[in-house]
């Protein structure tokens, strides 16, 4: 059975394959972007949600020229990059790039592809999120 990294040893190991990648594929080989993706993973796994936004922000540009917006790769690192987005706090810019996700989602694979339903059912879990939230606000006494 596989073991799960942890998550404050993942990335430095990730940093060091990102390096060997990049020297021997290429910036925009498969597997550098991949390697790049899973040190944004990591970084916010290990208590970075913001440094993992930002990795996210920087590896899709890329993998967008490289693979294309409608590639399955790109359309999976858009909704971890909105997920950590909603980890750092920015609900409202989760809820946007998850709403415009499922729409391209709903376009290139369908409404009813399991990936489809997968991001629609993160848009519905973050939006009741953003409503609990803002219900809370509203109920807290005023001080």
Do not use: K
């Not at 080989?29 to 920087?58: C, M």
């Not at 592809?113 to 219900?135: F, K, M, R, S």
Request: glycine share 10%; proline share 6%; aromatic share 4%.
């Amino acid at each position: 059975m596989a073991r799960r990294p942890v998550a404050g040893t993942s990335a430095p190991q990730f940093a060091g394959e990102l390096q060997d990648c990049t020297r021997v594929l290429g910036l925009d080989h498969p597997n550098t972007l991949a390697t790049r993706t899973n040190l944004a993973h990591w970084r916010g796994e290990a208590g970075d949600p913001g440094g993992a936004v930002e990795a996210y922000a920087a590896v899709l540009g890329d993998r967008i020229r490289v693979q294309g917006p409608d590639h399955p790769d790109t359309l999976a690192h858009r909704s971890n990059h909105a997920r950590w987005m909603a980890e750092a706090g920015d609900t409202a810019g989760a809820l946007e790039a998850f709403a415009a996700l499922l729409e391209d989602c709903s376009r290139v694979l369908g409404p009813d592809h399991p990936d489809t339903l997968i991001v629609q059912g993160h848009l519905i879990g973050w939006q009741g999120e953003a409503d609990e939230t803002n219900l809370a606000e509203r109920e807290a006494p005023s001080s």
